[in-house]
């Protein structure tokens, strides 16, 4: 038995996630993830839930002196999110 072409896991993951239109949602999953990875694990352990509906990210937080300090660097938060995402996931985010 011959092989006719080998290709890659990532390139037939990326493919199948393309034809059935899963690239906005697996985005989705790989921003929320990696919320703990670029936040650290204090504001990560502070976080009750992370939703994204109509490119918002909506967090909730126990602690109001952690909803502050992300209310400051919001701006800065958002392409670096959208970059762990792989593409723009988000337009904003709203803290509660």
């Not at 990696?34 to 009750?48: I, P, R």
């Not at 919001?74 to 670096?80: A, G, N």
Request: proline fraction near 1%; aromatic fraction near 8%; charged fraction near 35%.
């Amino acid at each position: 038995m011959e092989r006719k072409e080998i290709k890659r896991i990532d390139s037939l993951l990326q493919q199948f996630l393309k034809s059935n239109k899963l690239e906005k949602g697996y985005a989705e999953y790989r921003l929320t993830k990696s919320w703990k990875d670029l936040l650290g694990v204090t504001v990560a352990k502070k976080t009750k839930e992370l939703k994204i509906y109509k490119r918002t990210l909506y967090v909730t937080l126990h602690s109001s002196v952690v909803r502050n300090e992300l209310e400051m660097i919001k701006d800065t938060l958002i392409p670096r999110l959208n970059e762990a995402a792989g593409m723009s996931v988000i337009d904003k985010i709203v803290f509660r």
